[in-house]
Antibody, heavy 118, light 107 residues
Framework: QVTLKESGPGMLQPSKTLSLTCSFS??????????VSWIRQPSGKSLEWLAA???????YYNPSLKSRLTVSKDTSNTQVFLKITSVDIADTATYYC??????????WGQGVMVTVSS | DIQMTQSPASLSASLGETVTIECRAS??????LAWYQQKPGKSPQLLIY???SLHTGVPSRFSGSGSGTQYSLKINSLQSEDVASYFC?????????FGSGTKLEIK
């Protein structure tokens, strides 16, 4: 079955770079049409789409954060990574990765909480 | 970016009632709309896609409708397990955008 799991540092200081990993199974990112995406959600608030990478290696970013985001995948197509540079308190959130099929987030990971604090 | 305006922000209803949540897009999204349910402490789960298609395993008391810029999610015969937040999302265009959410409680 399809599963995704996020991992990250838990807490980091302002101005640092946040590195997140999404490890998944049950599908291959090398399959045509497959996309893995990152979404975040501050506590008690709505969801914000961040970035996505598709089976062909094409990358898509939210323009509001594009200058700070880098999405990538490993060569075995079982992990996707997200880096966010120059974090500040506003980046405190739960970060999710999800599989996208024709634009629909059909499977989500459990999420990883990230706190930015000095 | 396409803005998604969702209402109401919160909703309280009795068991067995029918509730409706609305979502309005800032431009035509051609049925590129999904609804997600998020229970407290959990990740969102897909309910509806293509505005009116029920995702596998989702109870038939959930239904979606709409077109153009106006969409809605209806929950018939409200059950206690439906207590959750609900979000709409457009996938017609990048960047994907979500509604602000509706928190559903039982009276």
């Amino acid at each position: 079955q399809v599963t995704l799991k996020e991992s990250g540092p838990g807490m980091l200081q302002p101005s640092k770079t946040l590195s997140l990993t999404c490890s998944f199974s049950g599908f291959s990112l090398s399959t045509s049409g497959m996309v893995v995406s990152w979404i975040r959600q501050p506590s008690g608030k709505s969801l914000e789409w961040l970035a996505a990478i598709d089976w062909d290696g094409d990358k898509y970013y939210n323009p509001s954060l594009k200058s700070r985001l880098t999405v990538s995948k490993d060569t075995s197509n079982t992990q996707v990574f997200l880096k966010i540079t120059s974090v500040d308190i506003a980046d405190t959130a739960t970060y999710y990765c999800a599989r996208i099929t024709t634009g629909i987030f059909d499977y989500w990971g459990q999420g990883v909480m990230v706190t930015v604090s000095s | 970016d396409i803005q998604m305006t969702q209402s109401p922000a919160s909703l309280s209803a009795s068991l067995g009632e029918t509730v409706t949540i609305e979502c309005r897009a800032s431009e035509d999204i051609y049925n590129g709309l999904a609804w997600y349910q998020q229970k407290p402490g959990k990740s969102p789960q897909l309910l509806i896609y293509n505005a009116n298609s029920l995702h596998t395993g989702v109870p038939s008391r959930f239904s979606g409708s709409g077109s153009g810029t106006q969409y809605s999610l209806k929950i018939n015969s409200l059950q206690s397990e439906d207590v959750a937040s609900y979000f709409c999302q457009q996938y017609y265009n990048y960047p994907f955008t979500f509604g602000s959410g509706t928190k559903l409680e039982i009276k």
